[in-house]
């Protein structure tokens, strides 16, 4: 999901691939800092598909310095990167999920809703899943296996929380 937080990123202005990354990390080094070996690959991507630009500048002294802008149909791609179905994977989810949070802003209310209400739906359903894992008498989990499972149950429930409040933002 760094394709969202490039473009989320190049919204206000052109920026060179350092500056683009020293951004990122400002903004979202909470959850993540991608490096240059991460964000480049991703930009090839977006300039493949006419997203993004490149322009090249060069200074006084010969310098090259590249330039990475938005096309201006980028908003497009933007949504379709958003509403990329989710990882059924709980680990990806929810890096999914904070990359997306992250630049939320950017959509209009019902999308925000439609986002948010997918969300809950799926982590009920991680709920449920981790809850008939923990009740089911033919798997035997052991003391640690136990204990992660709770967290993992409890860590879910007060993300839910945290959506919920989200959705009381909108």
Request: without cysteine; aromatic residues 12%.
């Amino acid at each position: 999901m760094i394709e969202l937080l490039i473009l989320y990123s190049l919204k206000n202005r052109e920026r060179t691939l350092y500056s683009l990354r020293a951004d990122i990390i400002e903004k979202f080094g909470y959850f993540t800092k991608p490096s240059v070996g991460t964000l480049h690959p991703a930009l090839k991507r977006l300039l493949a598909s006419n997203v993004v630009t490149l322009r090249n500048d060069y200074s006084q002294g010969g310098k090259k310095s590249t330039y990475y802008g938005l096309a201006m149909h980028w908003t497009k791609k933007f949504h379709d990167l958003f509403f990329t179905p989710l990882s059924e994977n709980p680990t990806l989810f929810f890096t999914e999920i904070q990359s997306r949070i992250a630049v939320m802003s950017l959509l209009d209310d019902e999308l925000k809703q439609t986002f948010i209400d997918d969300i809950l739906i799926k982590l009920e359903s991680f709920l449920l899943d981790m809850q008939n894992a923990l009740d089911d008498e033919y798997i035997k989990y052991d003391n640690y296996q136990k204990a992660l499972l709770k967290k993992n149950i409890n860590d879910v429930e007060n993300f839910k929380k945290f959506i919920q409040e989200l959705e009381g933002n909108i």
